[in-house]
């Protein structure tokens, strides 16, 4: 792979330009000064660096982070990949939005081989900065990086506990056709722990510059304490055929999923997968895609048919540090019931903010509407779903083990419904791992 380069000291030549917005515009009328730093550096002369760099930033509110800056950098010309990550993540902790210390966090971890976690944050650069020579340079490294992957993996593993494991209702008795009945144990609201393993791996096979077969496979596990009966497994495969086309990329292929639940054979759905996402200006990027899927269950031939999803996401960074993003979505289903048939539309929106200290939160909400077609047996009227969620996840640059941030989450989740039957709430909370940070 080639990669764009960037000098240590051009990095910190761009530190006192955007600490200094006057500095930026009279760059290279002071081009002396950032020369000599580059030199400097550049030729190992790091105690010379160090007291030359403190000359330009004394007196400035910002100082140190300059000169926390220039150390990691020089950690990282020495090979400590470990400590320079350390270092700029620091620094991040203390102002998110000083661009240089991103820049050179998204090349240490480039440089030690975490692609995912690079990523994060040159994609924070191309779409959050306002510097376009920036902008431009990190979007060329993101087109390096997603050029060189042929293959790779993740995983995760979280907690759930949760007081609503089933969805269950919190209702004992519903009425429907004027008669009232006594709701079973089974399908009342259960509390409970749980936790969730997976992973996900893929093979890229590049076909030309801008057009690549991307073989893929997943798998996810969710297991609760004392019963199997809420447990589940799928396994799922995709190949997909995209193409590159200036700012947006298209893609298409075949999917596959076969899922268990409480460790008894389920349902298969197999069908194909269209996409594109798009940047569009400088800080909006917009994915759409649509699903059709064949479905087949395996105990419950009446729900056996077909479904189809759609969805558009806007995203749109604010700053390096801080985005928002939308959601729109339709789901349809076809069953061997009427009653079952059902079109959905999903809205969401989130917004995702790194702080001043090191905190870094999401907060989100959701609606949802389910709009089934038949008449609900026993009753003249259709089953029609309001379901309202809001949540958080936060997480902490200082705490990591291992290259991961544990992160929690939580979300609360009411649903009504003309069938109270289906009238359900739930408090979930969630730990996991994330490399994004």
């Known amino acids: 792979m080639t990669t764009p380069v960037i000098s240590a000291a051009a990095v910190i030549a761009l530190v006192l330009a955007l600490a200094q917005p006057a500095f930026s515009q009279q760059l290279t009328a002071g081009a002396d000064s950032a020369s000599v730093l580059v030199r400097l550096v550049t030729e190992g002369r790091y105690a010379e660096a160090r007291r030359e760099l403190r000359r330009q930033v004394a007196g400035k509110p910002d100082a140190a982070l300059h000169i926390a800056h220039l150390e990691g950098v020089i950690k990282a010309r020495e090979g400590d990949l470990a400590s320079a990550t350390k270092i700029f993540r620091a620094i991040l902790a203390a102002e998110p939005n000083f661009l240089p210390s991103r820049v050179e966090l998204a090349r240490t971890l480039l440089r030690a081989g975490d692609a995912e976690a690079s990523t994060y944050h040159f994609e924070a650069i191309a779409r959050g900065s306002g510097d376009p020579a920036l902008q431009r340079f990190a979007t060329r490294y993101l087109e390096n990086i997603d050029s060189a992957r042929t293959h790779g993996f993740s995983f995760y593993l979280s907690a759930l506990p949760s007081t609503n494991v089933n969805k269950g209702t919190g209702n004992r008795t519903f009425e429907a056709g004027g008669l009232v009945f006594t709701i079973d144990e089974e399908s009342r609201q259960a509390s409970g722990v749980g936790a969730a393993t997976g992973g996900a791996a893929f093979k890229t096979f590049r076909l030309r510059k801008d057009i690549a077969l991307t073989a893929s496979g997943t798998a996810d596990l969710k297991k609760y304490q004392n019963t199997t009966r809420y ?163 936060f997480s902490h640059r200082r705490f990591s083990i291992g290259g991961f941030a544990p992160q929690i989450t939580y979300q609360y989740s009411k649903q009504r419904s003309n069938i109270s039957f289906y009238d359900y709430e739930s408090h979930d909370l969630g730990l996991n791992l994330t490399r994004k940070f």
């Open 231 to 393: 447990d589940e497994l799928a396994l799922g495969a995709n190949l997909a055929l995209s193409r590159r086309m200036g700012r947006v990329t298209a893609a298409i292929g075949p999917t596959f999923e076969y899922r268990w639940a409480g460790w008894d054979p389920y349902l298969v759905r197999y069908g194909a997968t269209v996409g594109a996402k798009a940047q569009v200006g400088q800080r909006n990027t917009v994915g759409l895609s649509f699903t059709a899927l064949a479905q087949d269950y395996v105990d419950l031939d009446y729900r056996d048919g077909s479904r189809f999803a759609g969805s558009l996401i806007w995203r749109r960074l604010l700053s390096p540090s801080v985005s928002v993003s939308a959601k729109v979505g339709v789901d349809a289903e076809r069953t061997q019931r009427r009653h079952l048939d059902h079109n959905d539309l999903v809205l969401r929106l989130q917004v995702d903010k790194e702080w001043r200290g090191g905190l870094m939160t999401s907060l989100f909400g959701s609606y949802e509407n389910h709009h089934y077609l038949g008449a609900f047996p026993g009753t003249d009227h259709r089953r029609q779903d309001d379901k309202f969620s809001i949540g958080t996840s």
